[in-house]
């Protein structure tokens, strides 16, 4: 059963790293990875894709180790902005026109 | 430019009744996606369009939902005689590209259609 696994929650405190890890046992082997956040009310909006090894763009880095059975977000320095649910977004092993979603992790950012 | 929009914002509707769903993508987008998110939960993938072809319509919920795309550009998801569990904020997105190796496509989101039934 193709499945991506994520912590329902976390919390962090402004300032800090946050690293929230999707676990994709049944992953396409051809596609990207991609990390989306989504504020309540809201369509999801991209943070950041990859294939394997690592990659950083000017929010965030995105760690995917050479089996690509799992992916690390990482939010340097948190802000309050940044609490909202992240999803991890990858293509489905079973199909190559079908996506999965990863269930989703709330992350409050506190003072 | 203008981003993913979606048709009518809102939609309540009683059981029973069909209702369609519209999505316009970005201009030049060749690839849209249409995903369902019910209250306080994750997003489930429904269907996927490589310009007017959807090749695996599984990931539609049961064979009350259809969806069509014309000319490369609008969708549509149409559901048949509502049910309560269709409830939920149906999503749109679109990417420049389909899926496949080396196929870098951000998804662009609309801001959804929430769907109520009676």
């Known amino acids: 059963l193709a499945k991506t696994t994520q912590p329902i929650s976390m919390d962090s405190y402004e300032g800090q790293e946050v690293n929230i890890t999707c676990s994709h046992n049944?992953?396409?082997?051809?596609?990207?990875i991609t990390w989306y956040q989504q504020f309540p009310s809201q369509g999801p909006r991209f943070i950041i894709q990859?294939?394997?090894t690592k990659v950083t763009n000017e929010v965030a880095s995105l760690f995917i180790p050479a089996d690509r059975k799992s992916s690390t977000l990482s939010l340097p320095r948190v802000s309050l902005s940044d609490t909202a649910v992240y999803y991890c977004?990858?293509?489905?092993?079973?199909?190559?026109?079908?996506?999965?979603f990863g269930s989703g992790t709330r992350l409050l950012v506190r003072p | 430019g203008a981003g993913v929009s979606q048709s009518p914002s809102n939609k309540v509707t009683e059981k029973g009744k069909d209702v369609e769903l519209r999505c316009d993508p970005i201009?030049?987008?060749?690839?849209l996606y249409w995903y369902r998110q019910s209250l306080g939960q994750g997003l489930e993938f429904l269907i996927y369009?490589?310009?007017?072809?959807?090749?695996?319509k599984s990931g539609l919920p049961s064979d009350r939902f259809s969806a069509e795309r014309t000319g490369g550009s609008v969708s549509t998801l149409t559901i048949q005689r509502t049910q309560q569990e269709d409830s939920a904020v149906y999503l749109c997105?679109?990417?420049?590209?389909?899926?496949?190796?080396?196929?870098?496509?951000?998804?662009?989101f609309g801001p959804g259609t929430r769907l109520t039934v009676l």
């Open positions: 990859g294939y394997k």
């Open positions: 997105a679109s990417s420049p590209s389909g899926r496949g190796p080396n196929s870098y496509n951000e998804q662009f």
């Open positions: 977004l990858v293509g489905d092993a079973r199909s190559s026109y079908k996506l999965i």
């Open positions: 369009f490589q310009g007017n072809s959807a090749p695996d």
């Open positions: 049944n992953i396409a082997t051809n596609d990207y």
């Open positions: 201009s030049g987008h060749t690839a």
